[in-house]
Nanobody, 118 residues
C-alpha cells in the first residue's frame, strides 16, 4: 500500500506564497507511477484538478493557477511539491495530492487546508 501525506498549508495574505509538500511512503518502489497531481476542494463543490506532473517531467496547470503555481518532484525524497505564488482568496481550499499508477490505481492524501485572507 502507498500513503501520501500533505503538509505546508496555512493562512496567508493575498499576494503571498506557500509551498505544499506531498510525501509518499509504503510500497512505493513496487509501483510504477505515471503521474502526480494536485487537486483542491471547497465546501459544496467538486474536487478540481489544479496541476499535474507526468513521469517524463512534463507539467500542466489549470487556467486559474497557470503562471502562479508550479508543481515539481524530488525523487530522492519521494516528495512532490506545489509552489503557490500570488495567492488569491479564490485559492482558499483543501489541497490534495494524488498519485496514479500505471495500472490506473489512484492514491490520495488526507489534504491540507490553505486559507488566503487578509
Amino acid at each position: 500500500q502507498v500513503q501520501l501525506v500533505e503538509s505546508g498549508g496555512g493562512l496567508v495574505q493575498p499576494g503571498g506564497s506557500l509551498r505544499l509538500s506531498c510525501v509518499a511512503s509504503g510500497n512505493i518502489f513496487t509501483i510504477n507511477f505515471l503521474d502526480w497531481g494536485w487537486f483542491r476542494q471547497t465546501p459544496g463543490k467538486q474536487r478540481e484538478w489544479v496541476a499535474g506532473l507526468r513521469s517524463g517531467g512534463s507539467t500542466n496547470y489549470a487556467d486559474a493557477v497557470n503562471e502562479r503555481f508550479t508543481i515539481s518532484r524530488d525523487s530522492a525524497k519521494n516528495t512532490v511539491y506545489l509552489q503557490m505564488n500570488s495567492l488569491k482568496p479564490d485559492d482558499t481550499a483543501v489541497y490534495y495530492c494524488r498519485a496514479r499508477s500505471s495500472r490506473g490505481l489512484d492514491f490520495w492524501g488526507q489534504g491540507t487546508q490553505v486559507t488566503v485572507s487578509s
